[in-house]
């Protein structure tokens, strides 16, 4: 079976390291090494965790009307986002439902793009289809991508180039690494500081030895990276966030920058905009929130929220017991009206109505460097 999966450049680099490898968007990926993933996110809680990312989808978007071509298929400001600048961004449809969430940095002469391993081969055609004929859509399957996240990832990082401490949370430069040309991001999925680095394929595997070779590095894997990011309440698009949600029914409002709003002086015009600007003014049914657990039971994703008498509330999209906060915690769409914080709802698991608190989100605060 794993003969038809793909492999990242990093493959045999994780084979050697004693990675349990898994399916996942089509490749074989490691979701944990020996350590395991609770020494994993801990690790990466107090020191700094690679994760090779190369299954994810990079493309540059190239030639003078890209920015404005990409505003119109999302409802972020692109025209005005300055070199170096990265910014969070998603892909709507018509109906107001998200069809992936990517990140976009304007570097000098072209758009620099990240979207989901699962949703590149549909990404790349919905950009070629709608903007292909104002832009050009590159896409570079041969670079890798690897993620260094930690309070301690900086200080790796500066050994091999000192330069990469001069970046701040969301913004990115041209590095050489270890011999390797990279575009680095002081950006990630985990909450803490960290970095995500683009390099050539072919010098991937030299990078991702240079890093573990520094002291305060260790591999981290899949099963680490969604508890992290669960943490931080970051979505997982196909779980917390698909077609069927909008970006405010997710929470995501604070991603649509006032001049994409209405009264805006670039409001609208993009797939799903009389949906999401009717949602902005007037709310929704549903909303994406956080819950702890009162009881150390885990709550796993598919599980059925109800109130105290047992009618159906919503339903949990992600859900773990949580390392740092030590406690369950999930995220789920739950009926506006009972989406207040502290507001107590029951988690139906195994016959049992185990109770949980709506509560802020990120679980445990978030380090960017800012």
Known sequence: MSADLLQTPLHALHLEQGARMVPFAGYDMPVQYPAGILAEHRWCRESAALFDVSHMGQLQLRGADAAAALESLVPQDIIDLPVGKQRYAFFTQAAGGLLD??????????????????????????????????????????????????????????????????????TGGDFELA???????????????????????????????????????????????????????????????????????????????????????????????????GQLSLGTAIRRVGLIGLERVPVREGTAIVDSHGRPLGRVTSGTLAPTVNAPVAMAYLAANHAGLQHEVYAEVRGKRLPMRVSAMPFTPNRYHR
């Open 101 to 170: 969430d990517l990140m976009v940095t304007r570097r000098a002469d072209h758009l620099f793009l990240i979207v989901n391993a699962g949703c590149k081969a549909a990404d790349i055609q919905h950009l070629i289809t709608h903007i292909g004929h104002r832009c050009s859509v590159a896409p570079l399957p041969d670079r890798a991508l690897l993620a260094l996240q930690g309070p301690q990832a900086v200080v790796a990082m500066s050994r091999l180039d000192a330069g990469v401490a001069a970046l701040t949370f969301m």
């Open 179 to 277: 011999g390797a040309p990279c575009f680095v991001t002081r950006s990630g999925y985990t909450g803490e500081d960290g970095f995500e680095i683009s390099v050539p394929a072919d010098q991937a595997v030299t990078l991702a030895r240079a890093l573990l070779n520094q002291p305060e590095v260790k591999p981290a894997g899949l099963g680490a990276r969604d508890t992290l990011r669960l943490e931080a309440g970051l979505c997982l698009y196909g779980h917390d966030i698909d077609q069927r949600t909008s970006p405010i029914e997710a929470g995501l409002a604070w991603a649509i920058q006032k001049v994409r709003r209405p009264g805006g002086a670039r409001a609208g015009h993009y797939p799903g905009a009389s949906v999401i600007e």
